[in-house]
């Protein structure tokens, strides 16, 4: 979200809204692991590729060095460079239009677009899908989550509607 100009002849102060902890715990998301499934590596062919095994390898072995459990779930963009990719326990990376690489650990899987629409606060029940998983998550990795919008116009459009001149629409 971008900020383009603010309007020097209103005066009013705009608070920036208190940071909001999602109602929805990641594990709730993704569900327990299934026994086992932390031996799994990503797989190659249609969805997956040696350099993400190889990243995977690597991260792996970071996570091995730290003394991280087996069924902690810890998920990692396997498309970003290993420079770039951080291992995040117990919650999503910033999702991108890249994100059908992001690997579970403890699950031996990557994260679906039910989970990366959940992670961006969509209500399934609202969300009518008409293209494919892929596409979907390119177009999730693209949005703005849904709590940040909320909270972001929450604190904006108040602050508007109270400067707001005669005539102008509210």
């Known amino acids: 979200l971008y900020i383009?100009?603010?309007?020097t002849d209103l005066c009013f102060e705009f608070a920036w809204p208190t940071p909001q902890v999602h109602p929805i715990r990641l594990i709730d998301i993704i569900g327990p692991?299934?026994?086992?499934?932390?031996?799994?590596?990503?797989?190659?062919?249609a969805r997956g590729g040696r350099h993400e095994r190889d990243r995977w390898a690597v991260h792996?072995?970071?996570?091995?060095?730290r003394?991280?459990?087996?069924?902690?779930?810890?998920?990692?963009?396997?498309?970003?460079t290993l420079p770039l990719a951080t291992l995040k326990k117990g919650e999503c990376p910033c999702l991108t239009s890249n994100s059908n690489r992001i690997w579970i650990s403890s699950h031996g899987?990557?994260?679906?677009a039910k989970e990366c629409a959940l992670m961006q606060?969509?209500?399934?029940?609202?969300?009518?899908?008409v293209v494919s998983d892929r596409q979907l998550i390119a177009m999730l990795g693209n949005s703005m989550s849904?709590?940040?919008?909320?909270?972001?116009?929450g604190a904006v459009l108040p602050a508007l509607a109270r400067n707001a001149q005669p005539g102008e629409v509210e």
């Open 4 to 7: 383009v100009a603010v309007r």
């Open 33 to 45: 692991a299934p026994p086992g499934a932390h031996l799994n590596e990503p797989p190659v062919g």
């Open 60 to 65: 792996s072995a970071t996570l091995r060095d």
């Open 67 to 80: 003394g991280v459990q087996p069924d902690e779930p810890w998920l990692v963009n396997l498309h970003e």
């Open 109 to 112: 899987r990557y994260v679906t």
């Open 121 to 129: 606060g969509f209500d399934l029940r609202r969300l009518s899908v």
């Open 146 to 153: 849904v709590d940040v919008i909320k909270v972001i116009l």
